[in-house]
């Protein structure tokens, strides 16, 4: 499996903004996906994480409410819904996949496929 991950783009706070982590092979449907951010100057941060069934997900405390995960197995992608956008939520965004189907992981050595990141920037 390749990720792409696109998007991105500037918007002012309160805005929304859809990311899609595009999915290239026929094994998609059987990984679990997640979404990092990383901000300029900090580590690496979980965002959230979606089951291969899209049956459970997972949210950093930081964008639940605000933020959701969502994935298409027939398109092969993975979404990732932000409304009420805030300035701090400026960074990379990167998609990941895991081949780990018990759980949904929030740290990076959980995921062994990473995608290229597209930039969100929140003006304020």
């Known amino acids: 499996v390749q990720l792409q991950a696109s998007g991105g783009g500037l918007v002012q706070a309160g805005g929304s903004l859809k990311l899609s982590c595009a999915a290239s092979g026929r094994t998609f449907s059987s990984y679990g996906m997640g979404w990092f951010r990383q901000a300029p100057g900090k580590e690496r941060e979980f965002v959230a994480a979606i089951s291969w069934s899209a049956g459970s997900t997972k949210y950093a405390d930081s964008v639940k409410g605000r933020f959701t995960i969502s994935r298409d197995n027939a398109k092969n992608t993975v979404y990732l819904q932000m409304n009420s956008l805030k300035p701090e939520d400026t960074a990379v965004y990167s998609c990941?996949?895991?081949?780990?189907?018990?759980?949904?992981?929030?740290?990076?050595?959980?995921?062994?496929?990473w995608g290229q990141g597209t930039q969100v920037t929140v003006s304020s």
């Open positions: 990941a996949a895991t081949r780990i189907r018990i759980g949904l992981g929030d740290a990076p050595r959980w995921y062994d496929i």
